[in-house]
Nanobody, 122 residues
Framework: VQLQASGGGLVQAGGSLRLSCEAS????????MGWFRQASGKEREFVAT????????YYADSVNGRFTISRDNAKRMVWLQMRNLEPEDTAVYYC????????????????WGQGTQVTVSS
């Protein structure tokens, strides 16, 4: 099982980034997929999740309206489009797979990627 996240980097406040996550080694289409982030010295927090079909998406209040999660089951990919980035968005971003419904609880996710660093300068 592998979740390979990429697309992080350094961006100025107000800028955009698109994170990608490529999945392998499990039945991707059966899993909800989520993005979480962890800032230095803070706990990991929920960012966004999408159900296995892509029909339902949920966002943290802090990113709602700025971030968009999407997936393509044929390509085994999930993306997080981030717009109007703020310094508070600086963190390591992780993609993860949830065997059940796409939830906000990280304990429900069974597979995790290695993370990609996003740094937003003011």
């Amino acid at each position: 099982v592998q979740l390979q996240a990429s697309g992080g980097g350094l961006v100025q406040a107000g800028g955009s980034l698109r994170l990608s996550c490529e999945a392998s080694g499990f039945a991707f289409g059966d899993y909800g997929m989520g993005w979480f982030r962890q800032a230095s010295g803070k706990e990991r927090e929920f960012v966004a999740t999408v159900t296995w079909s892509g029909s339902s998406k949920y966002y943290a209040d802090s990113v709602n309206g700025r971030f968009t999660i999407s997936r393509d089951n044929a390509k085994r990919m999930v993306w997080l489009q981030m717009r109007n980035l703020e310094p508070e968005d600086t963190a390591v971003y992780y993609c993860a797979a949830d065997k059940g419904l796409a939830t906000k609880n990280p304990n429900n996710y069974v597979y995790w990627g290695q993370g990609t660093q996003v740094t937003v300068s003011s």
